[in-house]
Structure formats: structure tokens, C-alpha cells
């Protein structure tokens, strides 16, 4: 939740190269509204989507059904990975030792702002968090898979940061729910090459700044259940709900005490 | 103003290659609101930002004040040149003849769906529409006269649709007025090129379309004065209001009757 007022916001630990960052850090600032500070999101064949910075600074109230039944589910220790300016652990910050890592230093600055223990780390180099009960991948952050070659080592790392009895919650994206003519078409492109339908090589741009270009891997449960096979982990389950194609997975840590 | 109902909105008129009117057609099928649809406006140094639809539909209590005060003070056979949906002659109609013309065979759909006399044509390129005793350049059209270099024909363009009498009512951006450094530094990249500050070579996006690259020319009134002298027409007035850096510039023109 955005406080009232901003004054202590570091705007030093952005850096130039931080656009992400600077985005997060000018709606926080400015005190979040829908609309006032937006991303370009640009896909490799050329298409382009816009997103709302204020999707960062939500109430739970705001968010999908599935997200809202995740961090519900939560519990013991837990990891926020890719967790932004932080609006889920604020909601966890009460009833759970919870701790978050991104690798923008201008999203860990503001969710510091608020209150949150967040370090600069990604999902293949957390840092030395240490280990917990529940490992959360919200907002689109299934997608850190990036493709079947990269899954594994993204569940090994997700499996080093796990206790006995761990759990992955996730929130991710079923491609072929509600897809649009163009995004059939960049499907069938995708197979054509040899990847799966729902890799999605993506850039974000805002004002003066481009990131590199990423993959996000969007999958079906079915397609999950295939990519997690042979790994420390098993989708124990999944619930689809509120908007078309969201769907929350389980996936529960077979890994020994170590 | 948009219609509480859509159902005649004429899909076929608007080709693949128009994805401004597929923009426009998009928004206004859905019934207006903000942040409903949104097109990606991409500068040729890399900056990007974000231009909402719902823009094309507002009604005249959410124009700028400048926007206000020029359709207030049109008079006679009044030609709205780049017209778009069309939300400037809807406050029109009742009062005037007036025309409106668009390049987007959608944009010219959708407006004629709301009862308004629009055609294809640009500013270079009319088509038969007669003269006229307004000429409106509203919604940063004034950047139509693209660069000092094409400014000559876009002005003699206005000569043939002008009667004795007529004037120019334009609403431009002072480039220079709340510039940020993201837009300095452009300015200070056009100048070494030997361009004007404020040439600004733009493309537009929307969904897996692009347009090709255009050049909108912002203005300072007295570099305004500057690109009008010698012409039909001089600038006989401005009036800054509203957001920083609008202004309503008001051309008369010196041309013989015909």
C-alpha cells in the first residue's frame, strides 16, 4: 500500500540503467493512481502492450482472485521472488517472517520505503536470504522459467532456497486461454522455431530507457507439469480463477533434508 | 461524445494498415473510458511514452482550455483538418456547416458513425471539400506543418481551402515551456542536425501495427511567426492557457478573393 507521503524514497539507488526502477520509483512518488505512470511492453514481432505502474502499488482488494489465494496460502517463512515495490509482502508483513528480492535497485529502494526487508537479488542469484517454507512467483513471475532450457536451473535454484516440505506458489499465464489473432500468430511462430507457443521474448521500455530483451515462459498446468518433471518439485495442483487464463499452482518441494 | 450504443460501427472500412483507426474503432466500440486503450508513441532517439484513446472521445469540459476557446471562437464554414473521431465537431455541429477531414479511413468511420460530415483527405491533399471561413488545426495538429521545409505547402494547401477573411485557429505546444531534460537533450540533438528544437520525428503504435516515421514540428509562437512570414497568412494573435506550454494561435489570412 502506498503511504501518505514519500519523502524518504532514495533516489539514489536507482541508476541510469534502472528503468524499471525509475518507474516504480516516479509512481511512488507521485502517490500511485491508474494511469499516470505507464510501461511499453514490446514483443520481438513487433508487438506492442502498455502497463499501468500503479498494478505495483495495489490493495489485495485489486487483485486477482488467484493472487489474493496465494498469499493466503502462505505460510512459515517466505520468499517474495521478483516482488517489486513490494505489495504482497505487505500483506504478508504482519503474520509472517517475509523477505523479498528483485534486481532492480530502484524497486528494492521503494519497497524498503515501505517497510520491507528486500535485497537486490534474482531467482538464480538470491543472495544469502537463506531457506523457507514457501517460495512465491507472483505477478507473471512463473514466467522466470524463461524457456524449457533455463527451467532447471531456475528449480534448482528455487530448490536451494527451500526447507523440507517447501512450497512454490505461483501465479501464472495460460497462453491459449483467450488468445487474440495476434497472439495465435506469434504461437504458431513460436513453434515454427522450435519453442513453445507461450515464450514471449519481451523488452520494457519507459521514457528514455530500453531493458534488454527477456523471455518469459507462459504455460498451460499441463505444459508446468511436463517442464517440472525430473526436478526436486510436483505440481500438487492448480486453481483457475478471476481473469481468463490466470491459474494459481502448487508445487510441492520433494527434495531431502539437507 | 460517444453514443451509448455502437452496433452500426463500420468495421470494414478500417484496413489492416490503419491501426490508428483500428485504435479509434477499438475504443469506441468498447465505449470510451480512459486508459481502455492506449497507443505507444515511439521518438526516433528511443523515448517512448503512452497516448490514451479516450483523448479522441472527451468532451468539452476535459479539453484544454486553449481547445475550448477555439472552437468557441470559429465562425462561418468551419473545416476541422485531422479530425480523428471526430469530438471537436460534435460541439460544432449545431452551429456551423462543418467538415471534417482525417488520413484514417477507420478515424473518418467512426466519426461518421457519430453523424458528423468527415472525408478522407490530409492537409496536403483535401480533396473536394470547398473554402472555408475556419480552418481548426486542434489536438496538436499545428505540428502538421512537419518542418520549416514542408511548412511552405502546408500553408499554401490552407490558402486554396481559405475564403477572404479566413483565419487559422491553432492550438500548439511551446516545446521549450516545462521541457524535461529527456526532451532538452532531444532538442540539443535536432540542433546539431540543423533542425528545429522541437522537429520531433515521431512513429505510433498500436497492438502489431507501427506507422512509418512522420516529423511533428513544435513551435514557439515567435518561432511560429518566424515559419509564417512570407505566406498567405500571419499570426494576429496567441493565447497561452491550461497545461503548460498550450497555446491558441490565431492566423488571418492576406490572400486576394479568388
Request: charged share 25%; proline share 6%.
Amino acid at each position: 500500500m502506498p503511504p501518505s507521503t514519500h519523502a524518504s524514497a532514495r533516489h539514489d539507488e536507482a541508476t541510469p540503467d534502472d528503468g524499471y526502477g525509475a518507474l516504480l520509483r516516479d509512481a511512488y512518488e507521485a502517490g500511485p493512481r491508474r494511469g499516470s505512470h505507464l510501461q511499453v511492453v514490446e514483443r520481438d514481432d513487433g508487438y506492442v502492450g502498455v502497463e499501468d505502474a500503479y498494478r505495483y502499488f495495489t490493495r489485495p482488494d485489486e487483485w486477482e482472485p488467484c493472487e489474493r489465494r496465494a498469499v493466503a496460502a502462505a505460510r512459515g517463512r517466505v520468499l517474495d521472488i521478483g516482488c517489486a515495490a513490494g505489495r504482497h509482502l505487505l500483506a504478508l508483513i504482519g503474520d509472517h517472517d517475509a523477505v523479498g528480492i528483485d534486481p532492480s535497485p530502484g524497486a528494492v529502494a521503494v519497497a524498503r520505503d515501505q517497510g520491507l526487508d528486500v535485497r537486490v537479488g534474482t531467482v538464480l542469484e538470491p543472495g544469502d536470504v537463506g531457506t523457507f517454507d514457501t517460495l512465491l512467483l507472483l505477478g507473471g513471475n512463473l514466467g522466470l522459467l524463461g524457456s524449457p532450457g533455463n527451467a532447471p536451473a531456475v528449480l534448482a535454484s528455487l530448490s536451494r532456497l527451500a526447507r523440507p516440505g517447501a512450497r512454490i506458489l505461483a501465479v501464472g499465464h495460460d497462453p491459449y486461454a483467450a488468445a487474440t489473432p495476434e497472439h495465435r500468430a506469434y504461437h504458431d511462430r513460436n513453434r515454427e522455431c522450435g519453442r513453445p507457443a507461450g515464450q514471449v521474448r519481451i523488452r520494457v521500455r519507459y521514457k528514455s530507457w530500453t531493458s534488454d530483451w527477456f523471455d518469459r515462459l507462459l504455460l498451460s498446468p499441463s505444459e508446468l507439469q511436463e517442464v517440472v518433471a525430473g526436478s526436486d518439485w510436483k505440481l500438487a495442483g492448480h486453481y483457475y480463477s478471476g481473469k481468463v487464463g490466470f491459474f494459481l499452482a502448487e508445487l510441492t518441494f520433494l527434495g531431502a533434508e539437507t
